[in-house]
């Protein structure tokens, strides 16, 4: 009996251990394509100490940089572009490790414009993870896409490559940046990735049997190990007192099954953490007549070391959101919805940073909460984690081992 006491007394307290050894992580910073009204747009790592939040690391730090893009690969690192105007438009990849943020490292890509950096890819089960990235090459005049291995900072120049089912997205993360979506055609019985420049060679991609599905043009937005899902935008409403529609076309490999679900806004943001598919409700207008986005008055309209208001940025991409956040059980198909509000008003600057173990954090303006998903159905009673005027620029989140 006492073997048994103990193996029980040493499991609980390695759970306990566990659960005290690890910390939460936010990223604070705002990608842009300019230093906007600032010279330097710093982004910093915080650790939640208690109800605050502390710089744990400075990525951008140093006058004359800033961040241009962000992705987000979860249970492994944030990967981080920074231009740096002191470097001649040079662009420097950062990847921050979750094991460790101490052992973060950069690689200098050299004097490239990046257009969008894409999506994740993997030779092999066995290699280290590269991302692949459309990009300017100053030094050739040229365009080209540019694979880049996040351990090593390994470049190669994407030419004859076929990809296969080693490609993959976790989703959008945020309205800002992290906008990772393949575009695909089929063309004479081949499937094709649209070349960054007209009269360019495309790449092609190995044709999955999933495929055959498709139309002959249609747009990746999540591809793990066990779902692919593609985006359709067959049902958008642009007037200005209706939201529009995005459908999702979601195929588990696991059961080799196909389903569809249509969400709210046309442009909402979906990013896959397990199998819940969570989002922001965002809708864009294409006149001028766009919906206000609620909550300004609540919200910062100073320029901070680590963003800039968001209102400029709602108002100049003809963006509304209503304050609506949403999770998606992509084995079950359970959708739970809630609105963001502060005192009973909805607050449109709000987003989920993080769903892990079942307890979803999210942001509201100035706020991070935290609440659990119970029984895989509802939202249980949220919790606020901190209050601080440098939370509005936060938009990823992660946590960590010490």
Request: net charge negative; proline share 3%.
């Amino acid at each position: 009996m006492k073997p048994l006491i103990l193996t029980i007394f040493l499991s609980l307290n390695f759970s306990v251990y566990s659960q005290l050894s690890s910390k939460l992580y936010f990223m604070g910073c705002t990608p842009t394509e300019n230093l906007s009204n600032l010279d330097t747009m710093n982004s910093n790592i915080y650790s939640l100490e208690h109800d605050s939040i502390i710089i744990a690391k400075q990525i951008v730090c140093y006058e004359n940089q800033v961040c241009n893009d962000i992705k987000y690969l979860n249970n492994n690192s944030l990967i981080i572009f920074i231009e740096s105007r002191e470097m001649l438009d040079s662009k420097i990849m950062v990847v921050v490790p979750f094991s460790n943020i101490e052992n973060t490292k950069y690689f200098n890509l050299g004097q490239v414009n990046i257009s969008a950096v894409g999506w994740l890819y993997k030779e092999n089960k066995n290699e280290a993870i590269s991302v692949i990235i459309r990009c300017y090459d100053y030094s050739i005049k040229d365009n080209k896409i540019l694979r880049v291995n996040i351990e090593t900072g390994k470049q190669d120049d994407v030419t004859t490559l076929v990809l296969k089912d080693n490609f993959f997205s976790e989703g959008s993360r945020t309205i800002l940046s992290d906008w990772t979506t393949l575009s695909i055609y089929k063309e004479d019985g081949r499937y094709y990735i649209f070349p960054i420049q007209l009269g360019k060679k495309p790449i092609e991609i190995q044709a999955l049997p999933i495929f055959s599905k498709l139309p002959t043009e249609f747009v990746v937005s999540v591809n793990t190990e066990r779902f692919l899902i593609y985006t359709k935008n067959d049902s958008v409403i642009n007037k200005k007192e209706e939201l529009g529609q995005l459908g999702l076309i979601i195929y588990d490999k696991e059961i080799e099954k196909w389903n569809e679900f249509t969400i709210k806004g046309d442009l909402s943001s979906n990013v896959l953490f397990d199998n819940w598919l969570c989002g922001e409700v965002i809708n864009y207008y294409s006149n001028k007549e766009c919906l206000k986005t609620p909550g300004k008055k609540m919200r910062s309209q100073k320029y901070r070391e680590t963003g800039e208001p968001i209102d400029l940025y709602f108002e100049k991409e003809n963006i509304y959101c209503p304050g609506v956040l949403f999770l998606l059980n992509l084995k079950t198909f359970k959708y739970i919805e809630w609105k963001a509000l502060e005192n009973g008003k909805p607050q449109g600057d709000s987003e989920i940073l993080l769903l892990q173990d079942e307890i979803v954090y999210y942001r509201i303006n100035d706020k991070i909460y935290k609440a659990p998903i119970i029984k895989g159905e509802k939202l249980g009673e949220a919790v606020l984690l901190v209050k601080d005027p440098r939370v509005p620029d936060i938009h990823w989140a992660f946590i960590s081992g010490i």
